[in-house]
């Protein structure tokens, strides 16, 4: 049986090592220039690749991107096509480069309703980068915490009706997650103004802190990060005790 005790943040150390992010605010930034809303999304793209080159040295050991939401298929075709389109792109022009940097990359969701060839260049990257510790890069795409519990409920079924698990614990539920064998975040970080979390991993996060920056996505940098984590230090997690 999986140990409970496992998945509790490290407290020893003041840095965040997992930092989980809503990147927000593509669409308004675009917007705001008078440009359509994919340009917003491709300069956020370029976001990420700085953000990714910088988190090794701010400490920071996970990484997981909220970029493509359960809900964000309401969008108009065009949209979701293009950040599809987005998605495909930057595995294939990042992959080498993530390789040599010791980026372990991997994604949550449900990865049937995606189109085939971006799921296979998703498994690719995952394989090619298997081995690699430097930074775990964990990205959501299609990615919901209501439908990741009714996914990891059937698995966590399963495993009950095959005789795996007893009297299932926090844990035992946990390892049926998307999220399996990740750490919980310690830091969950939303751009662009909006202060509510919007699906995003309501079990893994039910003890991280918040901070929620009025930045938009494509203008924040690496300094942000760097500002939040310093203000992290700051704060007294008691997960409850006196
Ligand atoms: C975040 O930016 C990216 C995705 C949700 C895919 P938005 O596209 O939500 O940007 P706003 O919130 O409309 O400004
Ligand atoms: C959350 O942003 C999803 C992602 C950042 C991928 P949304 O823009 O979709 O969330 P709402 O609609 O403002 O809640
Ligand atoms: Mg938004």
Not at 131 to 156: K, P
Request: charged share 30%; proline share 5%.
């Amino acid at each position: 049986m999986a140990d409970p005790a496992a998945r509790l943040p490290d407290t020893s150390v003041a840095r965040p090592r997992h930092v989980a992010i809503i990147m927000d605010g593509n669409g308004r930034w675009a917007v705001n220039k008078g440009w359509p809303r994919l340009v917003g999304h491709r300069k956020g793209a370029e976001r990420v690749k700085q953000l990714v080159r910088a988190c090794p040295d701010l400490g920071v050991n996970w990484l997981t991107l909220y970029a493509f939401s359960t809900e964000n298929w309401k969008r108009t075709t065009e949209e979701v096509l293009g950040l599809m389109a987005i998605f495909a792109r930057y595995i294939e022009r990042e992959a080498e480069g993530l390789s040599a940097e010791g980026v372990r990359m991997r994604f949550i969701g449900g990865r049937e309703r995606l189109d085939g060839r971006l799921q296979r260049l998703m498994a690719g990257i995952e394989a090619k980068t298997a081995m690699n510790t430097r930074l775990n890069l964990t990205v959501a795409i299609n990615y919901g915490g209501r439908d990741e519990i009714v996914r990891a409920s059937r698995r966590l079924a399963d495993k009950i009706a095959r005789g795996e698990v007893f009297e299932p614990n926090e844990a035992d539920f946990a390892a049926c997650l998307d999220t399996a064998g990740h750490p919980d975040p310690d830091l969950v970080i939303r751009s662009s103004g909006e202060t509510r979390t919007s699906n995003f991993l309501p079990f893994q996060a039910a003890y991280s802190e918040y901070e929620f920056t009025p930045t938009l996505w494509p203008d924040f940098t690496p300094d942000h990060l760097a500002e939040i984590l310093d203000r992290f230090s700051l704060r007294d997690r008691r997960f409850g005790s006196a």
